[in-house]
């Protein structure tokens, strides 16, 4: 029998301090790495000990951050696919959940496109920018970026930590592996919900297994994101600092703004009459997604946080649930094609290039098909954009104006991509 615990004791213990929630880390991650990059910017732009910093700490701790979390996305993905197939148990049930997500993600889709070429016609951000100077920032950026690449060469430090971590999962992922791999987990998930054994059992047994070690893993690495979160906007204030948010300000704002507008209207519509929510209550409890969203700038990413606020915020059938922000990670990229709307009418408008009305119809049909089927991974669109770019004949190589400003971009289109996945997840789950 253990002795008496004296009066007081309780008392002597020392009091747990308050752990500082992980949004608020991360927002202190973002304002302290903005606030030093733009002081290099402003004091020191072109010191050899800023270049050292960028190029050996700054830059590799943020590419070593992306290449863990991309490792264990995929396998979480496939697990989370397989899984919540799994937990339907009803081939019916999942039949109407498919039917009804692909309605909810195709529309949400072809609004977002519209809402981004109506602001991006009505407010011209491209008209105010001189073909000359354009061509000029090109040459400055790409100027740039070479000089990053060649103090990149000698590999030693935190760089030959990078190096030891494959890069071909995100290549891989850009290229459309990740669908195929998506593809695959609905076949096996179906097939396991067609055959119901005790070994088809295990084996969901297992695969639910995995997804849970994937989930503890990952919220391993999340703990690092405050800190990757300053490494990356050090980075990018340090390259683009006020001038070029100046010059770039106007198309900045449309994207923002068409990215609110998708968010407030057709976010909103979704779980107010499709979910029966309201949206300030919606709103309130998928923030934490939102700003792990707004720091990873990759669906992929945010997927384990989704996950947990759907089930525990929003109060969503674990099964559906998976289901749904599974599939949704990949194929509902709202955010995303807003983005590339804009971007190419942008460009083409900063160059003097009108674009006709069956040609803005072609930059609607591809970005709606890209919305779906765009990688949800940094900087993910972008290849895309270059071929839109292609198509209306526009130099794919103007997108090198905007790789200053693209990661601030993807960062908030990713968190219209996370909260759409979350709206439509409520609306059909429910």
């Given at each position: 029998?253990?002795?008496?615990?004296?009066?007081?004791?309780?008392?002597?213990a020392?009091?747990?301090?308050?752990?500082?929630?992980?949004?608020?880390?991360?927002?202190?991650?973002?304002?302290?790495?903005?606030?030093?990059?733009?002081?290099?910017?402003?004091?020191?732009?072109?010191a050899?000990?800023?270049?050292f910093?960028?190029?050996?700490?700054?830059?590799?701790i943020?590419?070593?951050?992306?290449?863990?979390?991309?490792?264990?996305?995929?396998?979480?993905?496939?697990?989370?696919?397989?899984s919540?197939?799994?937990?339907?148990?009803d081939?019916?049930?999942?039949?109407?959940?498919?039917?009804?997500?692909?309605?909810?993600?195709?529309?949400?889709?072809?609004?977002?496109?519209?809402?981004?070429?109506?602001?991006?016609?009505?407010?011209?951000?491209?008209?105010?920018?001189?073909?000359?100077?354009?061509?000029?920032?090109?040459?400055?950026?790409?100027?740039?970026?070479?000089?990053?690449?060649?103090?990149?060469?000698?590999?030693?430090?935190?760089?030959?930590?990078?190096?030891?971590?494959?890069?071909h999962?995100?290549?891989?992922?850009s290229?459309?592996?990740?669908?195929?791999?998506?593809?695959?987990?609905?076949?096996?998930?179906?097939?396991?919900?067609?055959?119901?054994?005790?070994?088809?059992?295990?084996?969901?047994?297992?695969?639910?297994?995995?997804?849970?070690?994937?989930?503890?893993?990952?919220?391993?690495v999340?703990?690092?994101?405050?800190?990757?979160?300053?490494?990356?906007?050090?980075d990018?204030?340090?390259?683009?600092?006020?001038?070029?948010?100046a010059?770039?300000?106007?198309?900045?704002?449309?994207?923002?703004?068409?990215?609110?507008?998708?968010?407030?209207?057709?976010?909103?519509?979704?779980?107010?009459?499709?979910?029966?929510?309201?949206?300030?209550i919606?709103?309130?409890?998928?923030?934490?997604?939102?700003?792990?969203a707004?720091?990873?700038?990759?669906?992929?990413?945010t997927?384990?946080?989704?996950?947990?606020?759907?089930?525990?915020?929003?109060?969503?059938?674990?099964?559906?649930?998976?289901?749904?922000?599974?599939?949704?990670a990949?194929?509902?990229?709202?955010?995303?094609?807003?983005?590339?709307?804009?971007?190419?009418?942008?460009?083409?408008?900063?160059?003097?290039?009108?674009?006709?009305?069956?040609?803005?119809f072609l930059?609607?049909?591809?970005?709606?098909l890209?919305g779906?089927?765009?990688?949800?991974?940094?900087?993910?669109?972008?290849?895309?954009?270059?071929?839109?770019l292609?198509?209306?004949?526009?130099?794919?190589?103007?997108?090198?104006?905007?790789?200053?400003?693209?990661?601030?971009?993807?960062?908030?289109?990713?968190?219209?991509?996370?909260?759409?996945?979350?709206?439509?997840?409520?609306?059909?789950?429910?």
């Amino acid at each position: 029998m253990s002795p008496a615990r004296p009066a007081g004791a309780a008392s002597l213990a020392p009091a747990r301090r308050p752990r500082i929630p992980a949004h608020l880390r991360i927002f202190v991650g973002l304002a302290v790495g903005t606030a030093g990059g733009l002081a290099a910017n402003l004091l020191a732009p072109h010191a050899a000990w800023i270049g050292f910093i960028a190029t050996n700490v700054t830059q590799p701790i943020g590419s070593l951050f992306l290449r863990l979390l991309f490792i264990l996305v995929l396998p979480l993905l496939f697990t989370a696919v397989i899984s919540g197939i799994a937990a339907v148990r009803d081939v019916d049930t999942l039949r109407r959940l498919a039917t009804r997500a692909l309605a909810y993600m195709i529309g949400a889709t072809v609004l977002a496109v519209l809402i981004g070429l109506a602001a991006v016609n009505l407010f011209r951000p491209g008209d105010g920018i001189d073909p000359t100077v354009a061509r000029q920032m090109l040459a400055a950026t790409a100027g740039t970026h070479a000089i990053g690449a060649a103090g990149e060469s000698p590999r030693t430090g935190l760089n030959a930590v990078v190096d030891l971590l494959p890069a071909h999962v995100l290549g891989a992922a850009s290229q459309g592996s990740l669908i195929g791999a998506i593809i695959l987990a609905l076949l096996i998930g179906i097939g396991l919900l067609l055959i119901q054994t005790d070994r088809t059992r295990r084996i969901v047994s297992v695969v639910e297994g995995l997804f849970q070690v994937g989930m503890r893993l990952i919220e391993l690495v999340m703990r690092f994101a405050p800190l990757a979160v300053l490494c990356f906007m050090f980075d990018l204030t340090l390259v683009f600092g006020w001038q070029l948010l100046a010059i770039l300000g106007a198309y900045v704002g449309v994207v923002l703004l068409a990215l609110l507008l998708h968010l407030t209207v057709v976010c909103s519509g979704i779980v107010w009459m499709g979910g029966g929510m309201r949206p300030s209550i919606f709103f309130r409890a998928t923030q934490e997604a939102a700003f792990v969203a707004f720091s990873t700038a990759s669906s992929h990413a945010t997927l384990p946080t989704s996950l947990k606020v759907a089930e525990e915020r929003l109060k969503l059938p674990s099964g559906p649930a998976r289901f749904l922000l599974g599939i949704g990670a990949s194929a509902n990229q709202a955010g995303t094609a807003i983005y590339q709307s804009v971007t190419v009418v942008f460009l083409t408008q900063a160059l003097g290039v009108q674009l006709s009305l069956s040609q803005q119809f072609l930059v609607l049909a591809i970005c709606s098909l890209g919305g779906i089927g765009t990688a949800g991974l940094p900087a993910g669109s972008l290849p895309l954009v270059a071929t839109i770019l292609a198509i209306v004949g526009v130099p794919p190589e103007l997108l090198g104006l905007l790789l200053g400003v693209d990661r601030l971009l993807d960062m908030c289109r990713t968190v219209v991509n996370v909260t759409g996945d979350l709206a439509i997840a409520a609306a059909v789950a429910r």
